[in-house]
């Protein structure tokens, strides 16, 4: 067993004034290294919100996350900001893209916030030309069609190395061709890169192309 990630019992609610909105009622949750995971549930359910505690851009009511049976929720913000920034890549329906930066920059600018690397520049190129995008390295975002603004979104949640992926509706914006060369260059290079990726997504064609599928409902995780 090569266990990365653990949820035990997470609760999450959100307050709004004096009302609370439960989202995650006790998911627990096993994650192998190297495995794929896709998430499905009704929107609204908390998939997003369940990412965003899994990788510890949000923290739980109760219950803890462990990575390499690290606990998230008793990490020093400092060791938690680093493990967010070198362990764990995330990619969003909406790319996030900085339009001000052209292609390379976009994928260099993590290793600004992680390990600092010599060969930054290097990596970015490497992961551009996997995803087919070598030759509009110098282009701005805008220039981009949404399927290729998401793979410059994918090399650059892949330029610190990560160990984990987590993919919040990264095909949520593409047609099913174009978000399907999408998936195909994230598996290419999660089996490359040794990644486990964690998924949300709505489309269950799109599920089935991972190894685990789980199901958000009522708060908790069905396999
Ligand atoms: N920052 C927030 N403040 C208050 N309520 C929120 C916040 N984020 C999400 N919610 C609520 O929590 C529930 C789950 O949201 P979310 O995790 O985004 O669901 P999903 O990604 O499955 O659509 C929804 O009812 C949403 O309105
Ligand atoms: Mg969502």
Redesign the pocket.
């Given at each position: 067993m090569n266990e990365i990630l653990r949820a035990e019992e997470v609760h999450k609610a959100?307050?709004?004034g004096k009302r609370a909105?439960e989202?995650l009622h006790g998911v627990s949750l096993s994650v192998q290294r190297g495995e794929t995971l896709s998430v499905m549930?009704?929107?609204?359910?908390?998939?997003?919100?369940?990412l965003?505690v899994l990788g510890g851009l949000d923290k739980p009511d109760a219950g803890d996350i462990f990575f390499e049976q690290t606990s998230l929720v008793s990490m020093k913000p400092s060791k938690r900001a680093a493990f967010r920034a070198n362990r764990c890549g995330f990619i969003f329906q909406s790319y996030h893209l900085l339009p001000e930066l052209d292609v390379l920059q976009n994928v260099v600018l993590p290793s600004m916030a992680g390990v600092g690397r010599k060969d930054a520049k290097e990596r970015a190129r490497h992961l551009l030309d996997r995803v087919g995008l070598s030759g509009r390295m110098d282009h701005r975002p805008m220039e981009l069609s949404g399927g290729e603004q998401q793979r410059v979104a994918l090399a650059r949640a892949l330029m610190n190395e990560p160990d984990l992926i987590l993919a919040?509706e990264p095909t949520g914006n593409l047609d099913s061709h174009t978000g399907g060369n999408v998936l195909h260059n994230l598996f290419d290079l999660a089996q490359s890169e040794q990644l486990t990726v964690i998924m949300?997504t709505h489309n269950e064609e799109v599920a089935r192309l991972c190894q685990r599928e789980l199901i958000?409902k009522d708060g908790k995780l069905e396999e």
């Amino acid at each position: 067993m090569n266990e990365i990630l653990r949820a035990e019992e997470v609760h999450k609610a959100y307050h709004i004034g004096k009302r609370a909105v439960e989202v995650l009622h006790g998911v627990s949750l096993s994650v192998q290294r190297g495995e794929t995971l896709s998430v499905m549930g009704a929107s609204g359910s908390g998939k997003s919100t369940l990412l965003h505690v899994l990788g510890g851009l949000d923290k739980p009511d109760a219950g803890d996350i462990f990575f390499e049976q690290t606990s998230l929720v008793s990490m020093k913000p400092s060791k938690r900001a680093a493990f967010r920034a070198n362990r764990c890549g995330f990619i969003f329906q909406s790319y996030h893209l900085l339009p001000e930066l052209d292609v390379l920059q976009n994928v260099v600018l993590p290793s600004m916030a992680g390990v600092g690397r010599k060969d930054a520049k290097e990596r970015a190129r490497h992961l551009l030309d996997r995803v087919g995008l070598s030759g509009r390295m110098d282009h701005r975002p805008m220039e981009l069609s949404g399927g290729e603004q998401q793979r410059v979104a994918l090399a650059r949640a892949l330029m610190n190395e990560p160990d984990l992926i987590l993919a919040d509706e990264p095909t949520g914006n593409l047609d099913s061709h174009t978000g399907g060369n999408v998936l195909h260059n994230l598996f290419d290079l999660a089996q490359s890169e040794q990644l486990t990726v964690i998924m949300v997504t709505h489309n269950e064609e799109v599920a089935r192309l991972c190894q685990r599928e789980l199901i958000l409902k009522d708060g908790k995780l069905e396999e």
